[in-house]
């Protein structure tokens, strides 16, 4: 049989995947789209997205390596003259930035390193200065305009965030290298010779933090035209990953339309754009073809341990990440003075556009693989120090046989052993947050603050044949919280489903800081 091309896990050279023949997901449309149409670029994405990829096969256009194009979509229906351009590339991942004057430092060294390769020589004193010169240099020379790519632009900023006053003073004198920096791009001995620029990060910082200076940005983060630069569509999945799937398929013992299905539960999902146009996690795809398993490969490789102490100390209520809901103002940008958890959820990766009605957009947790390992993480964090906190992961496994005995059994023994110290005020929203992380993290399909006609369900769980709709109490009694679920019609929209329909109603005794009681009840089907 055959042998596949290798998959392209962590090689984010262009060229590096053209020459050894890897599989490379043509993107190559949306990057003469934007060459052709416009000259200065920004866009965010979460990290291990494919940025840096992009980056580099914008700089193999530029330096027109027309060979590696060779069958790709730009090279076919574009008419290129293929002409070399000088290209600055700069990659904030490979520069210090530990201190304001380490950035400069690594900053001037690389521009000079740019300028030797060229065989220019910069003398301004000044780190704008010398930037300006190496482009007008650049120009000078070859005749013809220079690409500017940056990537990890907000490197020397995001990287000092959830630390100490000190590092968050240095991420501002940071940032005031940079705007100036950057600003160069706009200046008028520099502007007629560049040809494009490109700057791409996680983060999106207002304009007034970073790009004041350099205000001309075409900003295509949520363009509906790139809404799928970066990440794999469906189709893409179906057509360029076809073999890898039946041979993952074969391995496993399950059909191609099986594995399919799981890859698109546990790393589809993200939309970046108002169009509902959908995008997998590219790493997580590769890794789960490469491996043949479904891990949580993508957040395995960093730890939002920012981001959880930021809705530690904002006492934000976990289960409303869920349909969290907000205006693109206060999700699309943010400010080192004013750090919206909405905008870090989005930008970072661990939330994404559900849906839009009118200028409201809604959130949801875009896969499987986010929403565990991301609940997990936060369980943790919200209950350093109790003892065995494991247990949680048989909640799934409970449920799914309707043990609820056993279910609750656990549940009790968590809340019992969660120290005294980390007690805050124990209300329903309390109860709710801890066995909402504990459900969901366990790879339950719940989800929180379910909206009907009537009103809205605590919880609900769904497996293939069965649904548990959950209501929760706190100094009350199970029996209302049951009858609630009754009342409020809370379990038809789910009659006709054909799946058993399970109630389960359970008090919280703030006094005892544990469950006090819970009852369950099925509803008779039609």
């Given amino acids: 049989m055959k042998k596949l091309p290798n998959l392209p896990i962590g090689d984010s050279s ?21 060459a052709d149409q416009g000259k200065y670029y920004f866009i965010s994405r979460p990290r291990r997205f494919g940025k840096s990829l992009t980056v580099s096969t914008l700089k193999c256009l530029f330096q027109g390596k027309k060979e590696l194009f060779k069958g790709l979509w730009i090279a076919e229906n574009a008419h290129l003259e293929w002409k070399e351009h000088p290209v600055v590339i700069i990659d904030f991942s490979e520069l210090a930035h530990d201190t304001p004057e380490n950035l400069k430092q690594s900053l001037e060294s690389n521009l000079a390193k ?36 940056v ?39 520099v502007s007629p010779c560049l040809g494009f620029v490109f700057f791409t990060g996680v983060s999106k910082f207002s304009r007034v933090s970073i790009f004041s200076e350099l205000n001309n940005l075409n900003d295509i983060t949520m363009n509906r035209h790139y ?52 995008v997998y996690n590219p790493f997580s795809v590769l890794r789960s073809l490469n491996e043949k398993g479904f891990k949580n490969y993508w957040f395995e490789t960093g730890t939002p341990t920012f981001l959880v102490n930021l809705l530690k100390e904002t006492n934000w209520y976990l289960p409303e990440i869920e349909g969290m809901t907000a205006t693109e103002t206060v ?40 929403k565990t390992a991301f609940l997990e993480t936060l369980f943790h964090a919200y209950t350093e120090g109790l003892r065995n906190r494991s247990r949680f992961v048989l909640l799934a496994e409970y449920l799914q046989k309707e043990d609820t005995d056993a279910f609750m059994e656990t549940m009790t023994a968590v809340f019992a052993s969660i120290p005294y110290a980390l007690e805050s005020k124990r209300d329903e929203a309390y109860f709710h947050t801890i066995f909402y992380l504990m459900v969901s993290a366990s790879g339950i399909n719940a989800r929180s603050e379910v909206l009907t006609c009537k009103g809205r369900i605590d919880l609900v769980t769904e497996f293939p044949d069965k649904v548990f709709i959950i209501e929760f109490k706190c100094n009350q009694s199970a029996e209302v919280a049951i009858q609630q679920i009754r009342d409020k019609g809370y379990a038809d929209p789910y009659k006709q489903s054909g ?9 919280f005794d703030s006094e005892k800081r544990n469950v006090s009681e819970w009852e369950s009840a099925r509803i008779a089907l039609p």
């Fill in 499 to 507: 799946k058993k329909i399970i109630l389960m109603g359970i008090n």
């Fill in 151 to 189: 990537d990890e632009y907000d490197k020397p900023i995001i990287s000092h965030l959830g630390k100490d006053e000190e590092a968050i003073k240095i991420a501002k004198q940071n940032r005031e290298i940079m705007k100036y920096f950057f600003g160069v791009l706009k200046g008028t001995n």
């Fill in 114 to 149: 740019t300028a030797a390769r060229y065989g220019v020589s910069i003398n301004d004193p000044l780190l704008p200065g010398r930037f300006a010169e190496l482009i007008t240099e650049l120009f000078r020379k070859a005749g013809t305009p220079v690409a500017v790519l």
């Fill in 331 to 370: 999700f699309s940008t943010y400010e080192l003075e004013n750090l919206k958890p909405e905008a870090l959820l989005f930008q970072t990766g661990y939330s994404t556009i559900r849906e839009v009605r009118g200028r409201l957009f809604v959130f949801d947790y875009p896969n499987q693989e986010v």
């Fill in 227 to 278: 809404a799928d630069m970066l990440g794999y569509t469906q189709k893409e999945i179906e057509i360029c990953f076809a073999a890898y799937i039946k041979e993952f398929a074969r391995e496993i013992g399950e059909s191609p339309d099986q594995v399919k299905e799981m890859l698109r539960k546990q790393y589809d999902g993200y939309r970046f754009s108002e169009k509902d146009i959908r």
């Fill in 14 to 34: 262009f060229e590096s995947i053209r020459e050894g023949r890897q599989l490379y997901v043509d993107k190559t449309r949306h990057i003469f789209q934007m």
